[in-house]
């Protein structure tokens, strides 16, 4: 039987090992990882192999990566591959700058660079410079950022031919250029559309379409900010053609944030929102909460722009609450790197330690035989080597000691440090607070100086603005009572006209059964109580809401269709269509039931061929739109009460104008409209329009 290489055992087994993590991004046991690194037979395939597999790690697994590369590292030192080594200490850098640890990033890319200067390896120089140049781009030293990207930029144009790196650097460089303008003029944003163009050109000579995505997403955002609105739409019309041919889903992630914001800046504040709302939707399952709280705070400015300040402040504490969870989510990635790092340190000392033990014991028994042969100066030999290592076990002893003090230390910090993070917040609102009052008393001070000489004008125009501002708030207070008055009658009315729509609807049920009892159909009659007693319970139930989701809604219509429906010998076709921008709102209950009832009871739906209800609910201009038509004979109206609708259609009239106070229009549509034959082909069509809310 042919004999198995130990390396392919050790190479399958570490595989099997990260491809089951990687897939469910769980958290690598890094003691199983280092005995699979120590059994590994090393040459530059091997380690090369390994360091794209710890880049292909998440960062929940930092601890993993930070022993791959450190391994990898110290193997290539061994077997004198400098290309491992120049790789091994940049994504050290990069680890340490994401874990905002930029002292030892910028101690490994210098080690990069130079290993890499020295042996001629461009490719690696370069990328070791751009990682350095993310360092201080980190640290706001814009000036040094750009310095290191030129010189990657330099390296890769001379000696390499690398096409999508470049386009890579030259984003960058743009970017950085971006960052560092902080009231930037014309010229200066073509400056950095200057190194944008590079990297797109450089990019679509690649074929790299998804760098291409991100580039030309810049460029859109770029001359959204110039003003040149029509140029950034095109912009971004390229990269959404660019994402659906690549049929990645999750390049619509940031195209949506970046459609929002254009809309932003054109003040067209709904179709922002729609844009925002649709792009949540989308990283919800993706539990990206960085991303999550740009959408959010973007949301939270386009309603405050709208005068909406109830969603205003409602996304504005959601975006706070997703920014919290990143901040925690950072430092607990930091927390649990330091942790096992001083883990596996109190581990080795502890390994060193029992060594030293088993070695005192070793010596004890050899010293034992020589005494027992008389080789008296052997014996003394070895009792100087057990003192020697007694001395070296205390030392290991209070060196684990030290190290248990030092982790319970940091976890505390690490906990002190959470609390600061909060208390930060509160700190610069306070201060915030503290300064303007400080200019503020300044202003007053020098104020009083100047105008010393006019006091006493300055005393009668304070005594008068006061009285004035007495006046205001008085006239305001009032204001603001008489709209408590208001708004508590509105509650009471809405309150009164959900009560009037119950009994109406229970007398018309009632009246259907009794028309089976008087005709003996005992069987449906039972049918009929058992169906009215389910609708009861969910029309007493909504009764009480306020709002209930579309969803719930339409269940209701359905079961009360299954209701009325036996008069028509199931010919009535009863058709219910929710776009899908209108799924996930909340509706009024009892707000389309009564348009479905006044259709089966005076439609004459009986006498009409293929009879039918539709019923299409969808969004249009952020509001919810409500459509309800038949092809019954139509609306017959009485000579003396032309324009009178039924009691049930009045109660809804006033309920809608309630929600709109008081407004007949809303974005220039009417808020309810009901047409009949002959103004329409068949039929009656009755559309309204109510708040959108979303239910998430």
């Known amino acids: 039987m042919k004999k198995i290489n130990p390396i392919y055992i050790a190479l399958l087994s570490c595989s099997i090992l990260f491809s089951s993590f990687t897939a469910n991004s769980q958290t690598i046991n890094t003691d199983s990882l280092q005995r699979v690194l120590n059994n590994l037979k090393v040459d530059s395939a091997t380690i090369f192999s390994m360091l794209l597999t710890g880049f292909k790690l998440s960062n929940k697994n930092s601890e993993a990566k930070f022993m791959i590369y450190n391994w990898g590292v110290v193997q290539s030192n061994k077997i004198n591959c400098p290309a491992g080594v120049a790789l091994g200490y940049r994504v050290i850098g990069l680890l340490h700058r994401d874990l905002y640890n930029s002292d030892e990033a910028v101690i490994n890319l210098h080690k990069a660079i130079s290993v890499a200067e020295k042996n001629k390896l461009y490719k690696y120089q370069a990328q070791a410079l751009d990682g350095m140049a993310g360092v201080y781009k980190s640290r706001k030293a814009y000036d040094k950022a750009i310095e290191y990207e030129k010189q990657a930029i330099a390296i890769q144009e001379n000696f390499t031919k690398d096409i999508i790196g470049l386009g890579a650097l030259y984003f960058n460089l743009g970017s950085f250029y971006y960052a560092k303008i902080s009231n930037p003029t014309t010229a200066d944003y073509e400056y950095v559309l200057t190194y944008l163009r590079k990297a797109i050109k450089l990019a679509e000579t690649a074929k790299d379409t998804i760098s291409l995505v991100q580039i030309i997403s810049g460029t859109s955002n770029i001359y959204s900010e110039l003003g040149r609105f029509d140029t950034a739409e095109l912009y971004l019309n390229k990269t959404e053609l660019l994402i659906s041919n690549l049929k990645m889903q999750r390049l619509y992630n940031n195209f949506y944030l970046n459609k929002g914001r254009l809309f932003q800046s054109k003040k067209e504040y709904h179709n922002a929102i729609e844009a925002f709302n649709a792009g949540l939707a989308l990283i919800k399952k993706d539990n990206d909460h960085g991303l999550e709280s740009s959408y959010y705070g973007r949301l939270s400015k386009s309603y405050a722009e709208l005068g909406d300040t109830i969603s205003a402040y409602k996304y504005f504490k959601l975006y706070d609450q997703a920014l919290f969870i990143v901040n925690n989510e950072e430092k607990l990635r930091t927390t649990t790197l330091i942790d096992g790092q001083f883990q596996k340190e109190k581990k080795d000392k502890e ?59 940091k976890s505390l910090q690490a906990k002190a440090d959470e609390q600061k993070i909060q208390l930060g917040k509160k700190d610069t609102a306070l201060k915030e607070i503290e300064i303007g009052n400080q200019k503020t008393t300044r202003n007053y001070l020098l104020g009083g100086l100047a105008l010393l000489g006019l006091l006493a004008f300055i005393l009668f125009r304070n005594i008068y603005a006061k009285k004035k501002a007495y006046t205001e708030l008085e006239y305001k207070s009032s204001q603001i009572k008489e709209q408590a008055l208001q708004l508590s009658k509105q509650a009471k ?117 293929n009879p039918y209800i539709k019923v299409l609910i969808e969004t249009e201009n952020n509001l919810l739109a409500i459509n309800i038509k038949d092809n019954g004979t139509g609306i ?45 082909a068949e039929g009656t069509s009755v559309k309204f329009y109510l708040p959108l809310i979303h239910s998430y």
């Open 351 to 409: 390994i060193n330690r029992l060594s030293t033990e088993q070695k005192i014991k070793q010596l004890e028994l050899e010293k034992q035989k020589a005494l027992v042969a008389g080789n008296i100066l052997e014996a003394k030999r070895k009792e100087d080597e057990i003192a020697l290592l007694s001395q070296q076990k205390e030392i290991q002893e209070l060196q684990i000691q030290q190290q248990t003090k030092e982790l319970v230390t």
């Open 493 to 609: 009315q809405i309150a009164q006209f959900q009560s009037q729509m119950n009994p109406h609807f229970v007398y018309n049920a009632l009246h259907n059964i009794q028309g089976l009892v008087l005709t003996d159909e005992k069987q449906k009659a039972n049918t009929q109580i058992q169906s009215l007693a389910q609708l009861m319970r969910k029309t007493f139930a909504n009764a009480e809401k306020d709002d209930i989701p579309i969803e719930e809604e339409i269940s209701y219509l359905q079961k009360y269709f299954d209701f009325e429906k036996e008069a028509f010998k199931n010919k009535l076709e009863f058709e219910i269509n929710v776009s899908k921008e209108a799924e996930n709102t909340l509706i009024p209950p009892m707000m389309i039931q009564p348009f479905i009832e006044n259709a089966i009871k005076h439609a004459e739906l009986k006498n009409v061929e």
């Open 636 to 680: 017959k109206k009485k000579p003396d009460e032309t324009d009178k609708l039924s009691h049930s259609l009045s109660v809804i009239k006033s309920r809608l104008n309630l929600l709109f106070n008081g407004q007949a229009d809303v974005n220039s549509q009417p808020v309810f409209s009901i047409k009949s034959v002959p103004d329409i």
